[in-house]
């Protein structure tokens, strides 16, 4: 069995919804329940989860969401975002996932795990449904400040992550940007263009916030600045208008009743398009897969995100991302790099 260390304390709902979700898949994977094993253990009885079926690995101190990421990784050893780095790093679990404070997550992971050799900076490579599928976003907030040669690093980690979990061997790579051409955008983003463009990536050119929802690219290459407010928008249209059609069909008799008659197409729609099928993300470029989910992830969502975690395993992601940046290095710099600027 794939085994999974999980931060019983991460996210806004309580320790009870990570152990619900823990229990939809104890039958699969073995779950490690990390966090202050007193807690964890009256958060079982309050959802009525059976904890025998789990390995609880104490880890009395707790990150909270506000804390600032490096100094609370140095200063809390025995929190349950360091402890579950470390049972991935000594080699008794397989994966990480967690839904506290994903700074921390992200520290941690440079501090325990470390960056595959190569990498500049891990991103976060987040899943983004569109009209005909998906996209993968990085990055989409782990760096709020890029180089251009970080951009082309996201581009090869992101096309390896691609292929890895859906099987296509040269998936589509844009460049987020303020318009279509080459010349647009700020130095950063110009720069970038350049060498995602001279480089082996399927590179189809920049790629617009319009057009994230249709389909134009598989992966989706930004700063972690502009990827993080991409996707926030994106989920928070998207709620937006599912509520705004709820309470325009609660409006009327005639609209309620049409509502009924559409009522499955609704429940398909937003099973598809809601974040909790994709249940989080992972920190391509660490040695080790890391998986953050939503802060408000909900037992379904965690869910999800336990599964991305044990795919990332099966398939190989962190092994792939090693091999794609090695032959980058390998490559060398290519004609008009500079690598102290870039």
Request: contains cysteine; aromatic residues 6%; proline residues 5%.
């Amino acid at each position: 069995m794939i085994r999974v260390a999980l931060d019983a304390v991460g996210g806004d709902r309580g320790p009870e919804e990570v152990l619900r979700a823990a229990a939809l898949v104890a039958d699969r994977y073995e779950i490690s329940l990390v966090g202050p094993r007193e807690l964890v253990i009256s958060a079982g009885r309050t959802a009525g989860v059976e904890l025998a079926r789990f390995a609880i690995v104490d880890a009395p101190e707790i990150i909270g969401m506000g804390e600032h990421p490096s100094e609370a990784v140095r200063t809390k050893p025995r929190s349950s975002v360091v402890v579950g780095l470390e049972l991935v790093a000594s080699g008794r679990a397989d994966a990480f996932v967690s839904a506290g404070n994903s700074g921390a997550v992200h520290a941690g992971a440079l501090l325990i795990l470390g960056r595959l050799p190569g990498v500049d900076r891990p991103g976060v490579a987040t899943h983004l449904p569109t009209f005909g599928g998906r996209i993968i976003i990085i990055d989409a907030g782990a760096n709020a400040d890029c180089r251009p040669y970080h951009l082309l690093q996201f581009g090869v980690m992101g096309s390896a992550y691609f292929s890895c979990t859906f099987g296509n061997p040269s998936p589509r790579v844009g460049l987020l940007n303020i318009g279509e051409e080459p010349t647009k955008g700020n130095l950063l983003t110009r720069r970038a263009y350049q060498l995602l463009s001279s480089s082996n990536l399927n590179f189809v050119g920049n790629v617009e916030g319009k057009d994230l929802p249709w389909d134009v690219a598989d992966v989706v290459v930004s700063d972690g600045f502009s990827g993080n407010v991409a996707l926030k928008t994106a989920e928070g249209i998207g709620e937006m208008l599912f509520k705004a059609i709820q309470a325009k069909i609660n409006e009327r008799l005639r609209y309620r009743l049409g509502g009924l008659l559409l009522a499955p197409a609704f429940r398909e729609l937003l099973s598809r398009y809601d974040y909790a099928e994709y249940g989080g993300a992972p920190l391509l470029g660490v040695q080790g897969v890391v998986v953050l989910a939503h802060g408000r992830s909900n037992a379904r969502a965690l869910r999800g995100a336990i599964e991305m975690a044990a795919g990332a395993v099966r398939t190989g992601t962190t092994e792939a991302v090693a091999r794609a940046i090695a032959e980058l290095v390998a490559a060398g710099p290519g004609p008009g790099i500079r690598l102290g600027q870039d």
